[in-house]
Nanobody, 113 residues
């Protein structure tokens, strides 16, 4: 099970830190992904942290977002800085276990002045 938290309302230029708490498996053994979905748009990948701790970012967030994890807490994080209006949407964490993808329920990020 994956449970996201940390979403909310923030002004442009502000920061938020999203968390994704995993249970039932050890997050440290798998890659963890963050996706987002804006209203009327397809879900898109935002960031990935791989098993070896290397990372990948979408071009639209690179340099502003940082993905990380705390293996002791079994949690995945997405630090979002310099937020823009276009960063708004529902954010989801995802982990692939074998051939199956597990998704959290999402947390809403609203960017508005």
């Amino acid at each position: 099970q994956l449970v996201e938290s940390g979403g909310g309302l923030v002004q442009p230029g502000g920061s938020l830190r999203l968390s994704c708490a995993a249970s039932g498996f050890s997050l440290s053994r798998y890659a963890g992904d963050w996706y987002r979905q804006a209203p009327g748009k397809e879900r898109e990948a935002v960031a990935t942290i791989y098993y070896g701790e290397s990372t990948w970012y979408a071009g639209t967030v690179k340099g502003r977002f940082t993905v990380s994890r705390d293996n002791a807490k079994n949690e995945l994080y997405l630090q979002m800085n310099s937020l823009k209006l276009e960063d708004a949407g529902a954010y989801f964490c995802k982990v692939r276990l074998g051939v199956r993808d597990y998704w959290g329920q999402g947390t809403q990020v609203t960017v508005s002045s």
